[in-house]
């Protein structure tokens, strides 16, 4: 105890002055707006894709350097769905545990990973494919200067699925 109790009070003076800095940044609003990016989590990502706007040209961009998005392999009649392996893995992480920690904050993202479950995707795929998603909402909130919103991110999913009769 008498090792844990100085070290609880380090992270926590750490975790302070990292708030001050990322609250003084210009997106910090609009990070802080999409579920699941909290306060270590959000400075994270902001630190791995960097604060250039004219970085990433579109989302595809970056979505491929975040490792999200997919490689699909096509020849003849074969079609391949491959996990993007040359990647930032450290962005990548970050953006699998926002995935995850969005969860339980987030009904849209909760409704699509559990589509997904029940597609038949694991758990990391489902995870992957629901951070891909988000890092295309960032990307779209950052791109507009917008804070995330809800009911226009899920829009889609919204509706009740269609359901064929056997």
């Known amino acids: 105890m008498a090792v844990i109790a100085p070290l ?3 992270i926590a003076e750490l975790e302070a002055r990292l708030g001050e800095h990322f609250d003084r940044h210009p997106d910090a609003e609009i990070l802080r707006s999409l579920p699941g990016l909290g306060l270590v989590l959000g400075a994270r990502v902001l630190g791995e894709f960097g604060d250039d706007p004219t970085r990433f040209a579109d989302a595809r961009g970056r979505k491929a350097y975040a490792g999200t998005a997919p490689i699909t392999r096509a020849s003849g009649r074969s079609r391949v769905v491959l996990a993007r392996v040359a990647r930032n893995k450290r962005l990548a992480d970050a953006c699998e545990w926002w995935a ?3 969860l339980t904050c987030s009904p849209g993202a909760r409704r699509y990973y559990d589509a997904l479950r029940a597609r038949g995707k694991t758990n990391h795929q489902a995870l992957r494919q629901l951070a891909n998603r988000w890092v295309g909402l960032l990307h779209h ?3 507009a200067r917008a804070v995330y919103r809800e009911d226009i991110a899920w829009a889609s999913e919204q509706t009740e699925p269609l359901v064929l009769a056997a």
């Open 8 to 10: 609880v009070q380090q």
């Open 100 to 102: 995850f920690c969005s």
């Open 141 to 143: 909130c950052l791109e």
